[in-house]
Structures are given as C-alpha cells and as structure tokens.
C-alpha cells in the first residue's frame, strides 16, 4: 500500500467523520429549535390569557390503552347491560318564569329595552 493510498483512507475516514458530526449538530439543532418554539408559543399563550383576564388552563395528558379512546360505536364487543338502562333517570319539563334582569337583556319586556337601530 503506498503512502497515497494511506492518505486517501485517511481523507475519506475524516470527511465522513465530519460530515456526521455536521449532520448530527444540524439534527441537535432542528430539535431544539422545535422544543424552543413549543415553549415561546405556550409562554405567548400563558401571557395572553392573563392579559385578557382568564387563568391559563393546566393541560393533563394520560396514557390509554388502546382501544380506551375509541368512541361507543367503534368498540366491538362491548354490549350494554341491562344496568346501563336502569341509569337513566326521567324527569319532568317545567317552565322557568324569565326574571326581570334576563327579560330585559333578551328583549321581552319587564324591563327597560334598549333603543332600536
């Protein structure tokens, strides 16, 4: 093997390590560019809501098992028990007499109405 040869290897052997390491620090930084982003968008969105007056809701996440998620009509096997059918409690319809602040803001009377356009 000749002293050429030897150099050639050696080239090759640094510019693939070279290119690895360039491409895992651009990957490094693609991810943290998206988690950096992630967190000036909830910050953003933190701020605004208090801003406006409205605590920030807290986000829960929880696992499921497969299958825990599906609506009712996509689960197979499931059958309702006749005990589902004894939960349903029925009730009677009555009418809620409107009160006069309700009246007045709904435009039906019993109070001052606001002037038409």
Request: hydrophobic fraction near 50%.
């Amino acid at each position: 093997m000749s002293l050429l040869e030897k150099l050639d290897r050696l080239l090759v052997g640094l510019s693939r390590t070279l290119w690895r390491l360039v491409l895992w620090a651009l990957g490094l930084a693609l991810v943290l560019g998206v988690l950096l982003f992630g967190l000036v968008l909830s910050l953003i969105a933190v701020i605004w809501s208090l801003l406006r007056g409205k605590r920030p809701s807290p986000v829960r996440f929880q696992w499921q098992r497969a299958g825990a998620g599906m609506p009712p009509w996509a689960q197979r096997g499931a059958r309702k028990s006749s005990a589902d059918a004894a939960d349903v409690v029925d009730v009677e319809v009555r009418e809620v007499p409107p009160s006069p602040d309700n009246a007045a803001r709904l435009g039906q009377g019993g109070g001052k109405r606001p002037p038409d356009a």
